[in-house]
């Protein structure tokens, strides 16, 4: 951090006018002449908060699509079907068993299954040719969401969302004041927030792990140099193997957490696979600080753009990571 | 053995070649239906309705032997396109009963036309300008359009209802903007004022900022949303823990969405909305539908009652058998025959008669109706009115409807 500050003083000025600005806008009553201007405060708030929120699940996806390339040098193409595929199958576990907990349990462990049967079954075999990898991902994502058609049918379908999950809270956000002075809080459903803190746990956790313990440090050791690491006596198989199931694993929980706050069908798969895609662009291939900093980047501009300019919301996305491509093309938070 | 092989080989070319050829004595049927996206649940409703009528009927269509052929769009124009071709071109199919959904039946108007013998039956879709825009002389609409849906439903809540001052939440397609449009004729007549109109993409699955977005002063909202949209916006707007009224459009709060899972669709319950079907409608031809239908399947593989599509998708096979009927199935000219008895053909449906005016678009019934729970849980629609011979320039003149342009997301204007 203070060294980002003294190499850039410039850049780091300006972002920290732009949080204190944030600040500012988020806790302040807007005036008429705000609101008349921006829009109400409310509809900023929420999509900054849906944003974020929205970032949180993005990341869930991104970051084991991001360690699984930092590793392995595999463009999975079929994260989004294992996305889906966990979606589905915490969908049927979760009517089974009532339990929420146990559907994303289940559904962590089932993509984290195939995650696995597919590094031992077919990438083990196609290591260091990346062009062939990437079409047998392809192949498999056409054949998974096939099979998933086959099997749930082209229905949308909800987790349900557990009781102790569903409803609102009051946050503490003025969004206006009535006209006898008392102020209006912000309302915001619960499963959002407590999805973010998930997320923001999981990434603590993840970052620990990677940076504090010796899993850790081989898998960093991996991504740096593969065949180093290897001539050492570590047995990369092994902790390839290991890394495809987490991030697989991470894939499918995060379908349970996509399907409870938005839905499952068809088509989700290549919608989440794209939007990951673009996450670790944007934040750097390979790297879990850099699927965090691009997925909350993904999930505002997806969630500003649909409520300041509507018709271009989609473009938005993508002129984000046309300009990361030509600033910084190895992403923003990439050491390479 | 390799003679013995290939003579089997043979031999079972052969008997291929009968079997197509026995196919080809049937009378093919091809039935389009958005079977992925957010209407899928309507599209399977539509095809349970084909079945039903084509078993009542004993699989036959004038005494010829029928083969349906089912295939799958999206609600997207391109998809319709595709699967018209391959019904056309592949399957060379002559008679299609379909689309479901709105810009699928204006894409299907254009391609009706390329195709000069092809006889298309709409399924379930409602936008005006599939027969009132450049219609087409394959084209035949034995359903209302989506504004016809609305006719009576403006006055009706801003009267009976009291709703002085609305917004709209509502897809970004034609269908919808057909809705509102025939809803904002009425209820802006009436003195209703539209405060705000948000047009979403078709498959949004994020609704927070459009929640966000309803204005608060408004006495409710009015929501032209289908299938898993209509889910998805009921379950987040239940998590916010908002409290407006609704206003449902035509498969917002009908059995697509009344018999989906979850409890979101309970906020659904007292909505005032307007369709061409009613679900607890007392009348026995309605009635004897709905048995005929809960009883075609077992209770977990339907909705509780028959949806707008599977009435509609009912309706347009029935019509098409009828008019079959009376010209033998003489197709040999073309459909050039079929078409003009389907023009004339009058149906005496379940959801009230309906004909055809010269543009081959229905002259039919609205139902305005009011979502209630029934003592098992179940949601339903209750009965209040109906609106008979709703014609698509809804009781305007041609002139007078001509003037007030075609629907869009800002047409009509609903100035105080």
Request: hydrophobic share 50%.
């Amino acid at each position: 951090m203070a060294d980002f500050v003294a190499r850039r003083p410039f850049w780091s000025l300006l972002i920290a006018i732009a949080i204190t600005l944030l600040l500012w806008l988020v806790f302040a009553v807007w005036t008429p002449g705000m609101e008349a201007s921006f829009g109400r405060k409310r509809v900023f708030l929420s999509a900054l908060f849906n944003g974020i929120t929205l970032g949180a699940l993005y990341f869930l996806v991104a970051s084991g699509f991001t360690l699984i390339f930092g590793l392995m040098r595999n463009v999975n193409l079929a994260h989004g079907s294992l996305y889906l595929f966990g979606g589905y199958v915490g969908y049927s576990v979760g009517n089974l068993t009532d339990s929420w907990l146990i559907a994303l349990v289940v559904a962590f462990l089932a993509a984290a299954l195939v995650g696995i049967l597919m590094q031992v079954l077919l990438f083990r075999w196609m290591e260091g040719q990346d062009l062939r990898q990437t079409l047998v991902t392809i192949g498999l994502s056409i054949i998974f969401a096939d099979l998933l058609l086959w099997s749930y049918g082209g229905d949308t379908f909800q987790v349900t969302t557990p009781d102790w999950l569903s409803g609102p809270v009051q946050l503490p956000f003025v969004v206006a004041l009535r006209s006898n002075g008392e102020a209006v809080m912000m309302t915001y459903p619960f499963v959002r927030i407590a999805i973010l803190a998930g997320a923001i746990l999981l990434g603590v956790l993840m970052w620990l792990a990677l940076n504090r313990t010796r899993i850790g440090m081989l898998v960093r050791a991996g991504v740096d140099d593969r065949d180093m690491l290897a001539a050492t006596g570590v047995r990369v198989q092994l902790i390839f193997i290991l890394i495809f199931a987490f991030g697989a694993g991470l894939a499918g929980l995060a379908g349970v957490v996509g399907g409870t706050f938005q839905s499952l069908q068809p088509g989700e798969d290549t919608k989440i696979l794209l939007s990951s895609l673009v996450v670790v662009i944007v934040g750097g291939m390979g790297s879990i600080p850099g699927a965090a900093m691009g997925a909350l980047i993904v999930g505002l501009a997806e969630q500003f753009g649909s409520v300041y300019m509507p018709t271009y919301a989609v473009m938005l996305t993508f002129l984000i990571m046309v300009a990361v491509l030509a600033i910084r093309p190895q992403g923003l938070a990439a050491r390479r | 053995m390799r003679k013995a092989l290939l003579a089997a080989v043979a031999a079972s070319t052969l008997v291929m070649a009968a079997g197509a050829a026995n196919a080809q004595d049937k009378l093919k049927i091809g039935v389009m239906a958005t079977l992925s996206g957010a209407l899928t649940s309507g599209g399977e409703d539509g095809v349970r309705g084909v079945q039903i009528a084509a078993k009542q009927a004993g699989n036959k269509i004038a005494g010829r032997e029928i083969e349906i052929i089912t295939v799958a769009t999206d609600a997207s124009p391109d998809s319709a396109l595709r699967a018209a071709r391959k019904l056309v071109e592949q399957d060379k199919v002559q008679l299609i009963i379909g689309p479901l959904s709105g810009s699928e039946g204006i894409a299907m108007r254009d391609y009706s036309k390329t195709v000069p013998n092809l006889v298309m039956i709409n399924g379930s879709s409602g936008a005006l300008e599939t027969t009132y825009v450049n219609p087409s002389p394959n084209f035949f609409r034995f359903n209302s359009d989506g504004a016809q849906w609305m006719a009576g439903l403006g006055e009706y809540v801003f009267k009976d209802k009291g709703y002085k001052k609305i917004s709209v939440i509502a897809e970004d397609y034609s269908f919808p903007y057909t809705q509102v449009f025939g809803f904002a004729l009425g209820y802006c007549k009436a003195g209703g004022q539209i405060a705000q109109r948000q047009w979403v993409p078709l498959g949004t699955k994020d609704f927070g900022s459009v929640i966000a977005n309803i204005p608060d002063d408004v006495d409710a909202v009015f929501l032209g949303l289908g299938g898993g949209d209509a889910v998805n916006f009921l379950n987040q707007y239940g998590q916010t823990g908002g409290k407006a009224k609704f206003i449902g459009g035509s498969i917002m709060a009908d059995q697509t969405v009344l018999s989906s899972r979850g409890a979101a669709k309970r906020l659904l319950v007292g909505t005032p909305t307007s369709s061409g079907v009613a679900d607890a409608w007392d009348d026995p031809k309605w009635q004897a539908w709905v048995k005929t239908y809960q009883e075609a399947f077992p209770a977990d593989k339907r909705f509780a009652s028959p949806s707008l599509f599977a009435t509609n998708y009912y309706n347009a096979f029935n019509a098409l058998a009828i008019a079959m009927g009376k010209i033998n199935g003489d197709l040999s000219d073309g459909g050039a025959k079929l078409r003009a008895e389907l023009a004339r053909t009058e149906l005496d449906a379940p959801n009230g008669k309906v004909k055809l005016d010269e543009n081959r678009q229905a002259i039919a019934t609205t139902f305005i109706t009011e979502v209630a729970e029934l003592p098992n849980g179940d949601l339903t629609n209750k009965f209040i009115k109906t609106v008979p011979n709703v014609s698509q320039t809804m009781g305007l003149s041609a002139e007078a409807f001509k003037a007030v342009g075609l629907p869009s997301r800002t047409n009509p204007e609903c100035k105080p």
